[in-house]
């Protein structure tokens, strides 16, 4: 399966900040997906990111604050903008492989980004 | 709106134990069900089913799904402390923009030794 990492792996951000986040693939996927998991809860997805084109938000999340790009096959990054304690969580990306063991439509997740708004 | 629902929210067995999770779903366009199991941060992939009535097995853990009922559940035999942990259930759907999966709130399983 895909490969994947994420930058910064932690972060600790002012309020009224802004944080990029980055995702990285070993090789090419067409499917990038970007999720929230706030404390204690299951996993949210903000937003589908799929390369040459806008990404898709969820009912709830909006691109002013919470912009993806998506500039080739092996990266995207998400922004969480003009923070405030509840984004306070931890982001997730993860890419649709299938080549993977699951086949088509089994997601692989990053390691994770958590991020603490004070 | 697709909602997926897990059972029990939590539970506590000693090793050597048997569980079972349940997961049931109300979506349109079905398209599969996964298991994921979840110890840090990211989740981890079990399983993926798409056929009702085939086992998917891996080691001690099995999976099954029931279509027409719209439920799948996960067992895990002799279980070992290794195994405390979230386990999520998300169900594939597609719609407009392609395909995305909806997660259920997770089963969280401590086991004692």
């Known amino acids: 399966s895909a490969v994947i990492s994420q930058k910064p792996s932690r972060d600790i951000c002012q309020r009224g900040t802004s944080l990029t986040i980055q995702c990285q693939v070993d090789?090419?996927?067409?499917?990038m997906f970007w999720y929230r998991q706030q404390p204690g809860q299951s996993l949210t997805l903000i937003a589908t990111?799929?390369?040459?084109?806008?990404?898709?938000?969820e009912s709830g999340f909006v691109i002013d604050k919470f912009p993806i790009s998506r500039p080739n096959l092996t990266f995207s990054t998400l922004t969480v903008s003009n923070m405030s304690p509840e984004d306070s969580s931890i982001y997730l990306c993860?890419?649709?492989?299938?080549?993977?063991?699951?086949?088509?439509?089994?997601?692989?997740f990053g390691p994770g980004t958590r991020l603490t708004v004070l | 709106e697709d909602k997926v629902v897990q059972s029990p929210l939590s539970l506590v067995v000693h090793e050597g134990d048997t569980v079972t999770l349940n997961c049931s779903y109300e979506?349109?366009?079905?398209?599969?069900l996964l298991w994921y199991k979840q110890e840090k941060k990211a989740p981890t992939f079990l399983f993926m089913l798409?056929?009702?009535?085939i086992e998917k097995k891996s080691g001690r853990l099995s999976s099954i799904l029931d279509k027409k009922e719209l439920f799948s559940i996960l067992n895990i035999t002799a279980t070992q402390t290794g195994d405390s942990a979230v386990y999520l259930c998300?169900?594939?759907?597609?719609?407009?923009?392609?395909?995305?999966?909806?997660f259920g709130a997770g089963t969280i399983l401590r086991v004692k030794s």
């Open positions: 993860s890419v649709e492989d299938a080549r993977a063991r699951g086949g088509t439509d089994t997601q692989y």
């Open positions: 090789s090419q996927v067409t499917m």
């Open positions: 990111a799929n390369q040459g084109s806008e990404a898709t938000y």
């Open positions: 979506v349109t366009n079905f398209r599969s």
């Open positions: 798409t056929s009702s009535g």
């Open positions: 998300a169900v594939g759907v597609s719609w407009e923009y392609g395909n995305k999966l909806v």
